[in-house]
C-alpha cells in the first residue's frame, strides 16, 4: 500500500465512498482546552442569544493532571446524529429483533445499528467456519439462542455501509477486541466492568475472551450457579457483561464474575484506571452537575472529565430540579474516540440497578399509527422536538421531520402550529421514547408498515432490481416486495429486462403479505389485477359455487394445483380440468397460468378445497349470451345513466340493461368537451346515438366519439388480428403513454404501437408531452408480427390521410356538444341567468356599462344579465377611452356557463358593422380568443367572428407553446360556406397559418388538386401496368387507380388469363371513376356520397360501364359482398400469397377480397411446398364460393372445383395429431375434421401401424361417413385407387354379418383389462379374447401382460363365436388356435396354466431341462460371435441389456419371428453428455433405444405369416446366375479394399483383433472396440476388453492406460451401480497418479449432473490435495457453474490459508477471472481491483484484467481501467505496450475523438519521461 502515492501519481488513490459523505468535520481538538473559535460560530449561527450567555470560555493552555489528557466541555448539546457517527465510535445498544444471521440493535438518539453473525466474536467465527467446512461437528448455537429483544450491549461501529436507496447503514460489532481495543493487560483493575463473549466452555467454568491479548479470563462454574444470576447455561458466542473480581501475574489471568447484582451497583472509579481514550459504553459513573443548558446538562465525572448528557436523557420527573453541584450518577451512553466527546445519560432504567429495558413499550406497538391533536411542548435548536400525544405520552421528532425533505427549516412556523398531526415513526428502546414525523408526504404515505398491507389489494410501486427469480418492487421506502418470475406477465417472460426497467412505475396486486418476517409477494399478471370476481384471501372465503381467478403453481397427471392469495390452494382433478378430455395436463397448461375456477367443495378445517375448471366455463356460457344479447360491437344503441365513475359512466343498454362502460374519454373527439359532458350527466339520464366500441367477456365499452362512430359505420375496421394489413388505415384512441411510444386502442379491442419515432413528423423528447390520453387519432399499419399477434403503428400526419371534410365535421360536432352541455346545465339548475347565458351566442351583440377598469382589462354589468360577470382583456379594450358607468357597445367572443362569465371585446373592427361574405373567398384573419379545443377569430376587415378548431388535423400535436395559437396569431382562411345553420349562421372557415410561405411537395400539390367525383369520365395515359392494378396518370396531374376486376369485360376474362397484359404502358385510355383509394395502404373507400370527393379515384376501363345513358350506380362493399352465395361459380384474381399461413388471397372486386387455403387450392400433395408456383399474381380463376359471412368478415373461396366435402369422395388432408387409441387425426378442406382409424391405414396391416406418420403430413383421404360433424376417412389404396389397388390381405370389416366363426382375422389391441384383451377388428367392430384364451400361460400379475402387449400390438386372432344381438365377438389368441407363437414369451419363465396331475409334474421336469439348455446356449453364443444365430427378438419391458432368444419346443424346423415393437426411447434432452469416441457410438443415447445387433428390420409387413408364399424357391436363369457371379466379384474386391485402408473403421469384432495385433498400446483403438460392444448393448464384454486392454497396454505408456480407466470410470457411471464404479474408481488410484483420476472422476459427475457426488469429490479432493493450486482452481470452477457463488468465495479463503503465500495473488487472480466468466462480473472486478492496488506492478494482471474488461465491461469502465494503467510507475516499455492496446480498443469502439485523446495522452507521457529523464 506504500507505493499507491507513486503508482497513481496523477489518477490520486480512490477514495472510499463512504467516507467523502460521512466524516463531518468536528473542529481537530488539538490544544485540548481551546477549540476553534470560528468553526464554532458557524455551527451555532441559528442559536437564541439567551444560550450563548451561560456558555463561558474554557480556559486555555495544555493541563495535564496525573498524566490523564482532559476534553473541552462541549459548546452546545445536541443529540447525536447519524452524520456524526464515525467509524471506530463505542455505543451502548439495546437489542430490537434478532434474525438468523443478523441483529438489529437500538442506538441512542433513535439511530439503528445492525449486528452481522460476522462480527461477535472469533471464537464465534471459527465455529461457524468450521460447520460450514465439515458436516460432522456439534450443532452450534444461532443468533436467537445467544440474543434476546431488550438485551443491552456494548458495541463499536465496525463500518458505515450505503444503502441501496443512498442512506447510511451502521454495521456493528460486539467482538471483544474492537470494544476493548484500548485496555492492555496491565491496566486491568480489580472492580472493572467489562463486556466478553464465551470462548469456550470446560468443566470447572468458562473462558471468556474480554479481547486483551495476553489476559486469560475465566468464570467459575460456582459463580456461574450463584442463585443471583439469572443466566442459563453459557454458550460459544454468547455476549456477557461481567465484573473483574481479581488480576493476577500482572493481568495475564483475570477472574470474573457474572452476578447481576454486584455488576449493576459496580461503579467505574478513577483509581482504576479509566481515561478519556479506554472509557466504554455502559460504565457506571458518579458526576456534577457543571452546567444546566436548554438543550441538556454538562457534567464533570472521574474528577475531571466532561460529558454532556441531551434532554432525551435527563430524568423527565427531575429535568426542572437539576442545579449545578449536584451530585448524580450516570451511565456512559456513547464514546467519540477522535474528539473525545463522552455523552452520558441519567435515565433510571440504565443507571438503577435491577431494571431492564423494555424493546417494546408499555403501551403496547403503536409504529405506523397516525396520531392527531399533538400538542409542541419544546423546541430543541440543533436537535428537534418533542411532543406530547393525546394520553400524556411524549414523542420525540428529529430536526429532518419536522419539515418535508427540500423545505429550508422553519422553527418559527412549526412553532405557530397549536396542534398538530404526526406518525409514530419508531420506538428507541434506548432512549425509551417513540420517534414520530411531521412530514406530510409521511403521514399521507398509504402503506408505511407491512402491516398496512392485505392480500388482493391493488397497489402501485417502482420497480427496483430484477433477479433472476423475479423482481423487487418498492412500495414505499422501507416497504418492497417481490414478484416472483412466473408472476411477471400473463405469459412466462423469456426476457423481463426487456418489459421491465428500473425506476418504472407498475401496477401490482399483493398475493400474500407475512407482516412478522416484513416478507411480501406481489404479482404482476393483468387477469388477477384487473379481475372483479369476489377474491378467495382465507378456505372461509371459498364457499362452494364461488368463482375467482387463481393460477397454477403445480401440474400432475391427476390435475392441477391452483392457488389463489395467502396460500389458499385447491386442486382442480382430471376430469374438471375441461369439457373434452385430457390425457397429459402439462400440454394444454403451463405453471403461472390465470384460469377462472369454481369451488366444488371446500373444508376450511383440513384446508381442503376442490375446484373446477369446467364448471367455471360452463357457468360463463350459461350468462354470457345474456350479455351478448343485441351488442355487437358497430351496433348503434340507446343507454341510461346508472352511475358515475370517477373514469366515466356506468350505463344500461336499453331496453335489455345489459350492464355497459361509457368511459369520460369517449364521450367526445375534443378532450376539452370530454369531463364537460362528464359534468352534465346525471343517473337516470339518457345517451342515444351511442355505438358498442369493444365487447370482451368482463365488459361492453361504448363510445360517442364522433369520428369513431364514422369508422364503425362505414366498415374501416378491423375486425380481428387476421384482418390486419401493413397500410392499412383505422381510427382509433390512445390508451397508454409509455416513455418508449403510445398505445392506440382500436374497435374489438385490438391494441397497436405507435413507437416514438413513429409518434409525430418533428422530433420528440418526451412522449407524455405529445398525446393526451383519449385523443382519437387516425393510424396506419406498419408492421405486423404474426406470432405474437402484434402489429406496430404510424401517427405521423405525413404518412395518413384524413377523411376528406373530416376537420370542419369534428368543429360542427364539438361545437353541436358544447351546445347540447350548455342547455343541459340551464334545463337542470332552472336558474334564470343560466337559461339567459344559454341563449347567447358568439359575434351577438350586448349593450353595457362599465364597472370597473384595471391594468389586465375591464368588466361590465348588464341590466338584462343580472349576477354574470362579464370581462374584456386588456388586448379588447385596447385604444377605447373609458369612464366608469359609461354606456358602451361589445361583442361576446365566448360565455362560459359553468362560472357564468361572459367574455367580450370593445374592439371597433369588431363592433362594427357586419359585411357580407362569399363562398370561396379568402381573408387573412386574427385569433381573438381561445377556449381550450376551439378558437374564435375575427376576419379581416368584415367585423364577422367565427369559431374553429385549434388544431386542424386528428393528430396534431403541439410541443411548445410556440406552435400553439395565440390571441393576436394571424391566420390565412377561406369561406367554405358563408352562414352555416350548425355555427348560428357564423362563417364556416378552412385555415392555415399564414405563418413562413414555404414551397409545397407534389403530394402536396397532389392533394392541393380539387379531386374526382363518383361517375366522372376522365382521359389518361397509363403510367405503369401490374398484375394486380394498373396506374393512371390523369390529365390534371393526378394518378388514378384501374383495379384488374375493372379492365375487361366479366365475360371476356378467360381462367388462367392475365386480364392487365391487355393494356400497354403509355396507352391513352378513358375511365370512369367508381370510388376511391386510400394513398398509403391502396385501400378501396366505400364512400357513395354524392358530392364526396376522392383525391386517389379508382377508375374502370370496361366498355359497358363508360356509357353516359346507362344509369350509373355505386355499389357499396356489402351490397357487393352479399351478392354471392354458397357454391356460386365466380371469377376472382390472385393478389397475394401469404407463405406464413399458406393461404392465397384473392379479388373479385375492388371492395372485396376471399382467401383460399392451402387444402382448397392444390389436389395433389406434390404442389404442397410450393403452391405458389401454381398462381400467379394478377391471374384470373374460376372458384366457388365456401363460406360467407359478414360478423366476423369471412369469405373463403376454392379452386378445386368443390366448395363441399361428399361421402365417397377423395379428398387431401394434414395430419394435425396422432393419437394411439384413435388413430390419426386429420384437418380436411373447408374447416372439417376428421379421423382415420388404425384398421383404415392400410390394406395389409402392418406391426407399429402409426409409425411413418408426422404431424403436418399431407394425405389423400377418402371420405366414408360423417359422424356429429366430423369425418371418418380411409387411406386403404382399395378405396383411393379401385383400378390399380393390388389383394386385399386385410379386408374392411364393415358389419358383424361379414364375420363367421372359426375365421382367422388379424387386428389391433384396443386395450388389455381384467375382462381380457380387446381387439380392434375394424373402426366400428372390437371384439374380446378372455385371459384364458389369451396365453397358455399363468401369471398373478396381469400388469406382466399388459407390458408385453402395448395398445395397437398385431395380433392374429380365431373368432370363436359372434353374438350378434349383443354385437359381441368372442376370440382366442392361443397358439392352438391361431398356429402362431404365444403372445407371451417363454423367457418369462411363468407356469403353462395346469391340466391335471401328471401335466404339473411334466411341466417341473420340462422347466429344469430349459433353463439348462438355454444357459449353455448363452455361452455358447458368447464364445463363438460368428456362429449361425436363430432370429432374436426384444421385448418390450427388456432393459436393453440382455437378449433373449425364443426356442419353441414344438418346432424344430423353422422360427417365425415375432414383430419388433419395442417402443423407441428418445435420449432425454437432459441427459448428460458423455465421452465421445470416434467409433461413431454416442454416450448419449439411452441404453433402451439401442437395438441388438441381431434384430431383424422389418419391412412393410414383417409379419411371418407373409413369408410363406416368398419362400418357395424358384430356378434362376442363365443371366441372373451371371448377374450374381458378378456381385459377388465385386464385394470380394470392395472388402480387400477396406482391409487396405487404415481409416476405416471396423465393423466386427475380428476386425478389431486384426487391428490390436497391429497397434496394442493404442487406447483410441480399444476405446473404440469397447464402443463396438456398447453399440450391441453388450456391457459385459465392454468391461471385459477394458480389463484386457489395461493388462496389455504397456506400462510406460501412463497416458493411454489412464485413457482407458476414465472410459472404464465412464462406463460403470452409465451403466454399472455406485459400487462398481467405487471398485474402479480405487483400482485406479493404485495404477494411475491419483491426482488426474479424482479429476476425471470429478468432470463425469458434475456432466452427468451428479452434483451432490462430485460435491462430496472435489471436498476430499482438496483436503488430500490442498497444496496443488489446480484442485483448489477446479472446485471454484465447478461452483461458480453451478451458481454457488458464495461457496466458491468461502473457498478462495480456504484455499488462500491452505496455498503458499506465493501463490495467492494468483489464485486470486484465477478466481476473479472465473467470477467474469461463471458468477458475478462485479464481484469479479472487486477482487482485481484489490489484487493489482497491492501488486500494482503485476503487468500480466493488468493485461488480463483489460481483456475481460473489454468482453465484459461497459466502455466507460474500460477507458477508466486504461487511464489507470498509462500512469502506472513501470518501464517505459511496458507503458507503450498499453497505450498500444488502448489506441487499439478506441480504434474498435472510439469515435475520431477518443482516438484522438488516446494520442494526445501518449505525446503527454512521452514529454513527461524526457522530463523525468533530463532531470
Not at 381462367?1055 to 370512369?1072: E, I, L
Not at 374447416?1231 to 404431424?1255: C, E, Q
Not at 358383424?1296 to 377388428?1321: C, P
Request: net charge positive.
Amino acid at each position: 500500500m506504500a507505493s499507491l502515492e507513486e503508482d497513481f501519481p496523477r489518477g490520486g488513490t480512490a477514495k472510499k465512498p463512504t467516507e467523502s459523505k460521512i466524516v463531518v468535520q468536528r473542529s481537530e481538538v488539538d490544544n485540548l482546552f481551546q477549540s476553534n473559535e470560528l468553526a464554532e460560530t458557524k455551527k451555532r449561527k441559528g442559536v437564541v442569544k439567551g444560550d450563548g450567555k451561560k456558555l463561558k470560555k474554557q480556559k486555555t493552555g495544555k493541563e495535564k493532571e496525573d498524566g490523564l489528557t482532559l476534553n473541552a466541555a462541549a459548546k452546545c448539546v445536541e443529540i447525536l446524529h447519524i452524520k456524526n457517527v464515525k467509524e471506530g465510535m463505542l455505543m451502548l445498544g439495546c437489542v430490537k429483533e434478532v434474525a438468523d444471521f443478523e441483529v438489529t440493535v437500538g442506538l441512542p438518539c433513535g439511530l439503528q445499528g445492525f449486528l452481522s453473525i460476522r462480527n461477535i466474536s472469533d471464537s464465534y467465527a471459527k465455529l461457524l467456519s468450521e460447520q460450514l467446512d465439515s458436516a460432522d461437528t456439534e450443532e452450534i448455537c444461532s443468533l436467537p439462542h445467544l440474543f434476546y429483544p431488550g438485551m443491552v450491549l456494548r458495541c463499536v461501529v465496525a463500518k458505515l455501509d450505503i444503502a441501496r436507496g443512498g442512506s447510511l447503514s451502521i454495521q456493528l460489532s460486539i467482538n471483544p477486541k474492537l470494544v476493548n481495543k484500548a485496555l492492555t493487560s496491565s491496566s486491568l483493575k480489580a472492580g472493572m466492568v467489562l463486556s466478553g463473549c464465551v470462548e469456550s466452555v470446560e468443566d470447572h467454568g468458562c473462558i471468556v475472551d474480554i479481547g486483551i491479548n495476553g489476559s486469560k479470563a475465566f468464570v467459575s462454574m460456582k459463580a456461574l450457579k450463584d442463585k443471583h444470576n439469572d443466566q442459563q447455561e453459557l454458550k460459544v458466542g454468547q455476549y456477557v457483561t461481567s465484573l473483574v473480581e481479581e488480576v493476577k501475574n500482572e493481568g495475564r489471568v483475570v477472574r470474573l464474575s457474572v452476578n447481576p447484582l454486584t455488576i449493576a451497583q459496580a461503579c467505574a472509579d478513577s483509581m482504576q484506571g479509566w481515561n478519556l481514550t479506554n472509557i466504554l459504553p455502559g460504565l457506571l459513573v458518579n458526576a456534577t452537575i457543571k452546567m444546566v443548558t436548554k438543550h441538556g446538562l454538562i457534567l464533570q465525572f472521574l474528577t475531571s472529565f466532561s460529558g454532556q448528557v441531551d434532554f432525551l436523557h435527563m430524568e423527565p420527573e427531575k429535568a426542572s430540579n437539576y442545579k449545578e453541584g449536584t451530585e448524580v450518577r450516570a451511565c456512559v451512553l456513547y464514546v467519540e474516540p477522535s474528539t473525545r466527546l463522552v455523552a452520558l445519560s441519567l435515565r433510571s432504567y440504565l443507571v438503577q440497578p435491577g431494571k431492564r429495558l423494555d424493546s417494546t413499550p408499555a403501551g403496547g406497538d403503536r409504529i405506523g399509527e397516525v396520531v392527531k391533536n399533538c400538542k409542541m411542548t419544546t423546541i430543541h435548536h440543533m436537535s428537534g422536538a418533542m411532543l406530547e400525544l393525546p394520553g400524556k405520552t411524549l414523542a420525540f421528532v428529529h430536526r429532518n421531520h419536522l419539515k418535508e425533505p427540500n423545505e429550508p427549516a422553519n422553527e418559527n412556523r412549526v412553532r405557530a402550529i397549536p396542534e398538530h398531526t404526526c406518525r409514530i415513526l419508531d420506538f428507541s428502546p434506548v432512549d425509551q421514547i417513540h420517534f414520530a414525523s411531521l412530514r406530510k408526504s409521511v403521514i399521507e404515505r398509504r402503506f408505511y408498515r407491512y402491516h398496512d398491507l392485505q392480500a388482493g389489494q391493488v397497489v402501485e410501486g417502482t420497480v427496483s432490481v430484477l433477479l433472476n427469480h423475479g423482481m423487487v418492487v418498492h412500495l414505499s421506502d422501507h416497504i418492497k416486495g417481490l414478484v416472483p418470475r412466473t408472476h411477471l406477465s400473463d405469459i412466462i417472460l423469456k426476457n423481463p429486462e426487456k418489459k421491465y426497467t428500473e425506476g418504472m412505475k407498475v401496477k401490482c396486486r399483493v398475493l400474500s403479505v407475512d407482516a412478522e418476517n416484513k416478507k411480501l409477494y406481489l404479482t404482476r399478471k393483468k387477469a388477477l389485477i384487473e379481475s372483479s370476481l369476489p377474491l378467495f384471501l382465507s378456505y372461509t372465503d371459498a364457499r362452494p359455487g364461488c368463482v375467482s381467478h387463481g393460477y397454477i403453481v403445480c401440474i400432475k397427471d391427476f390435475g392441477c394445483i391452483v392457488r389463489f392469495y395467502n396460500s389458499v390452494k385447491g386442486l382442480v382433478p382430471l376430469r374438471e380440468l375441461s369439457s373434452e378430455p385430457i390425457i397429459s395436463p402439462e400440454e394444454v397448461f403451463y405453471v403461472g397460468q390465470v384460469l377462472k375456477a369454481k369451488v366444488l367443495q371446500c373444508n376450511p378445517e383440513k384446508a381442503k378445497m376442490v375446484l373446477s375448471f369446467k364448471a367455471a366455463v360452463e357457468g360463463q356460457t350459461e350468462k354470457v349470451p345474456n350479455l351478448q344479447f343485441d351488442c355487437e360491437v358497430g351496433k348503434r344503441l340507446e343507454a341510461k345513466v346508472t352511475k358515475k365513475l370517477p373514469n366515466g359512466l356506468e350505463v344500461a343498454i336499453l331496453p335489455d340493461e345489459i350492464r355497459a362502460v361509457l368511459p369520460t374519454m369517449h364521450l367526445s373527439d375534443h378532450m376539452s368537451n370530454c369531463p364537460l359532458l362528464w359534468e352534465s350527466l346525471q343517473e337516470g339520464d339518457n345517451i342515444s346515438n351511442l355505438i358498442c366500441f369493444s365487447n370482451n367477456k368482463q365488459n361492453i365499452t361504448l363510445t360517442k366519439k364522433p369520428t369513431l362512430k364514422w369508422s364503425l359505420e362505414e366498415g374501416l375496421v378491423a375486425k380481428d388480428f387476421s384482418e390486419i394489413a401493413v397500410g392499412m388505415q383505422l381510427i382509433g384512441l390512445v390508451k397508454n403513454i409509455m416513455s418508449y411510444g403510445v398505445f392506440v386502442e382500436f374497435p374489438y379491442g385490438l391494441v397497436g404501437l405507435a413507437p416514438k419515432s413513429a409518434m409525430t413528423d418533428k422530433f420528440i423528447s418526451d412522449t407524455t408531452a405529445a398525446f393526451q390520453l383519449g385523443q382519437t387519432v387516425i393510424a396506419k399499419v406498419t408492421n405486423l408480427d404474426e406470432e405474437k399477434q402484434r402489429f406496430l403503428i404510424t401517427l405521423k400526419i405525413s404518412e395518413v390521410i384524413s377523411p376528406e371534410g373530416n376537420a370542419q365535421t369534428r368543429l360542427i360536432n364539438g361545437l353541436q356538444e358544447r351546445q347540447a352541455v350548455t342547455e343541459m346545465l340551464a334545463m337542470r339548475d332552472n336558474s334564470d341567468l343560466r337559461q339567459q347565458l344559454a341563449a347567447l351566442s358568439v359575434g351577438q351583440k350586448l349593450k353595457l356599462t362599465l364597472d370597473t377598469e384595471k391594468d389586465s382589462g375591464a368588466t361590465f354589468k348588464s341590466d338584462d344579465l343580472g349576477g354574470a360577470t362579464i370581462l374584456a382583456s386588456k388586448h379588447h379594450v385596447m385604444g377605447v377611452s373609458l369612464t366608469t358607468g359609461q354606456k358602451v357597445t361589445a361583442v361576446i367572443l365566448h360565455v362560459d356557463i359553468l362560472s357564468t362569465c361572459v367574455y367580450v371585446s370593445l374592439l371597433p373592427k369588431l363592433v362594427g358593422k357586419k359585411k357580407s361574405l362569399s363562398e370561396g373567398s379568402k381573408y387573412t384573419a386574427m385569433v381573438q380568443y381561445i377556449d381550450k379545443d376551439f378558437a374564435v377569430i375575427s376576419l379581416d376587415e368584415t367585423a364577422q367572428l367565427t369559431v374553429i378548431q385549434t388544431s386542424n388535423h386528428l393528430n396534431e400535436i403541439f410541443l411548445s407553446e410556440s406552435d400553439k395559437l395565440k390571441v393576436g396569431t394571424s391566420l390565412a382562411v377561406e369561406v367554405t360556406e358563408p352562414s352555416c345553420q350548425e355555427l348560428h349562421g357564423l362563417p364556416l372557415v378552412s385555415w392555415q397559418r399564414s405563418a413562413p410561405k414555404r414551397q409545397r411537395t407534389s403530394s402536396e400539390n397532389q392533394l392541393g388538386s380539387k379531386g374526382h367525383c363518383f361517375g366522372e369520365i376522365l382521359q389518361g395515359k397509363v403510367r405503369t401496368v401490374k398484375p394486380t392494378c394498373i396506374q393512371v396518370t390523369l390529365e390534371d396531374g393526378s394518378t388514378g387507380s384501374v383495379h384488374v376486376s375493372e379492365v375487361l369485360e366479366a365475360t371476356k376474362v378467360c381462367q388462367g388469363s392475365f386480364p392487365t397484359s391487355t393494356v400497354k404502358v403509355g396507352s391513352v385510355v378513358t375511365a370512369r371513376v367508381i370510388g376511391g383509394r386510400e394513398a398509403s395502404s391502396h385501400r378501396f373507400l366505400p364512400f357513395s356520397h354524392p358530392k364526396f370527393t376522392y383525391t386517389i379515384p379508382e377508375l374502370t376501363l370496361i366498355p359497358s360501364k363508360l356509357d353516359k345513358s346507362v344509369d350509373f350506380k355505386p355499389v357499396k362493399a356489402k351490397e357487393k359482398f352479399n351478392s354471392y352465395k354458397v357454391g356460386d361459380e365466380i371469377t376472382c384474381f390472385v393478389s397475394k400469397f401469404n407463405p406464413e399461413r399458406k393461404s392465397l388471397e384473392v379479388t373479385t372486386d375492388p371492395c372485396v377480397t376471399g382467401t383460399v387455403e392451402l387444402l382448397a387450392m392444390i389436389t395433389d400433395p406434390k404442389d404442397a411446398s410450393h403452391p405458389e408456383k401454381l398462381y400467379k399474381l394478377g391471374q384470373a380463376f374460376r372458384a366457388k364460393v365456401v363460406e360467407m359471412s359478414t360478423k366476423p368478415r369471412r369469405f373463403a373461396l376454392s379452386l378445386t372445383g368443390v366448395h363441399k366435402l361428399e361421402k365417397g369422395s377423395v379428398t387431401l388432408g394434414i395430419v394435425t395429431n396422432i393419437h394411439p387409441q384413435v388413430g390419426l387425426l386429420v384437418k380436411l378442406p373447408f374447416g372439417g375434421m376428421g379421423t382415420v382409424a388404425v384398421t383404415d391405414l392400410a390394406d395389409a396391416y402392418r406391426p407399429n401401424p402409426l409409425v411413418g406418420y408426422s404431424k403436418g403430413q399431407l394425405l389423400r383421404c377418402f371420405c366414408l361417413e360423417s359422424e356429429n360433424g366430423k369425418w371418418q376417412l380411409s387411406l386403404r389404396p382399395s378405396r383411393l385407387n379401385p383400378q390399380q389397388a393390388k389383394p386385399v390381405k386385410d379386408p374392411e370389416v364393415l358389419s358383424l354379418d361379414e364375420l363367421k366363426a372359426g375365421q382367422i382375422i388379424r387386428g389391433f389391441i384396443k386395450s388389455v383389462g381384467e375382462q381380457g384383451v380387446f381387439i380392434r377388428l375394424s373402426r366400428h367392430i372390437t371384439g374380446r379374447a378372455q385371459l384364458q384364451q389369451s396365453t397358455k400361460y399363468f401369471f398373478k400379475d396381469q400388469k406382466v401382460f399388459s407390458e408385453h402387449l402395448p395398445p395397437n400390438t398385431l395380433l392374429t386372432t380365431k373368432i370363436l363365436s359372434i353374438d350378434r344381438e349383443a354385437e359381441l365377438v368372442n376370440l382366442s389368441l392361443l397358439p392352438v388356435d391361431t398356429g402362431k407363437p404365444d403372445v407371451l414369451p417363454e423367457t418369462l419363465g411363468l407356469p403353462l396354466r395346469l391340466v391335471g396331475e401328471e401335466k404339473k409334474k411334466h411341466d417341473t421336469e420340462r422347466k429344469k431341462k430349459r433353463a439348462l439348455s438355454e444357459s449353455e446356449q448363452k455361452q455358447a453364443e458368447s464364445q463363438v460371435p460368428k456362429k449361425k444365430k436363430k432370429k432374436a427378438k426384444k421385448d418390450d419391458n427388456d432393459s436393453g441389456v440382455e437378449v433373449y432368444f425364443r426356442e419353441e419346443e414344438d418346432k424344430e424346423d423353422e422360427e417365425e419371428p415375432k414383430p419388433y415393437t419395442a417402443k423407441q426411447v428418445m435420449p432425454s434432452s437432459a441427459a448428460p453428455s458423455r465421452l465421445q469416441v470416434a467409433s461413431g457410438f454416442s454416450w448419449d443415447v439411452g441404453l433402451n433405444s439401442l437395438k441388438p445387433v441381431s434384430v431383424a428390420q422389418y419391412g412393410d409387413s414383417s409379419d411371418g405369416e407373409d413369408q410363406d408364399e416368398s419362400s418357395k424357391p424358384q430356378k434362376k436363369s442363365r443371366h441372373e446366375l451371371e448377374q450374381e457371379k458378378k456381385a459377388a466379384e465385386k464385394a470380394l474386391v470392395q472388402r480387400e479394399t477396406e482391409l487396405m485402408d487404415p481409416s476405416l473403421r471396423p465393423e466386427d469384432a475380428a476386425a478389431f483383433e486384426r487391428l490390436l495385433l497391429a497397434s496394442p498400446n493404442s487406447s483410441l483403438l480399444w476405446l473404440q472396440y469397447m464402443a463396438h460392444h456398447l453399440q450391441a448393448t453388450q456391457i459385459e464384454q465392454a468391461r471385459a476388453v477394458a480389463e484386457r486392454a489395461l493388462k496389455t497396454i504397456s506400462f510406460r505408456e501412463e497416458q493411454e492406460k489412464l485413457n482407458v480407466w476414465v472410459a472404464l470410470l465412464n462406463l460403470e457411471n452409465m451403466y454399472g451401480t455406485e459400487e462398481t464404479l467405487k471398485k474402479v474408481f480405487e483400482r485406479a488410484l493404485q495404477f494411475c497418479e491419483p491426482m488426474p483420476v479424482y479429476q476425471q472422476l470429478a468432470d463425469i459427475y458434475a456432466k452427468s449432473n451428479k452434483t451432490k457426488e462430485a460435491e462430496g469429490l472435489y471436498n476430499t479432493m482438496v483436503r488430500r490435495f490442498r497444496q496443488n493450486k489446480a484442485v483448489w482452481l477446479s472446485f471454484g470452477t465447478f461452483l461458480l457453474q453451478q451458481g454457488q457463488s458464495d461457496a466458491a468465495s468461502v473457498l478462495l479463503q480456504r484455499a488462500l490459508k491452505s496455498l503458499a503465500s506465493k501463490e495467492s495473488v494468483d489464485v486470486i487472480a484465477k478466481f476473479a477471472q472465473l467470477e467474469f466468466r461463471y458468477g458475478d462480473v462485479e464481484r469479479g472486478r472487486t477482487m482485481f481491483d484489490k489484487v493489482l492496488t497491492s501488486y500494482p506492478k503485476r503487468t500480466d494482471l493488468w493485461s488480463v484484467f483489460i481483456d475481460l474488461m473489454v468482453k465484459h465491461g461497459s466502455q466507460k469502465e474500460v477507458r477508466a481501467l486504461f487511464d489507470r494503467v498509462i500512469h502506472l510507475s513501470v518501464s517505459a516499455k511496458k507503458i507503450k505496450f498499453f497505450f498500444k492496446r488502448y489506441l487499439e480498443y478506441e480504434k474498435k469502439h472510439g469515435t475520431p475523438q477518443s482516438i484522438q485523446a488516446v494520442k494526445e495522452k501518449a505525446v503527454e507521457f512521452v514529454e513527461a519521461k524526457g522530463t523525468e529523464d533530463a532531470n
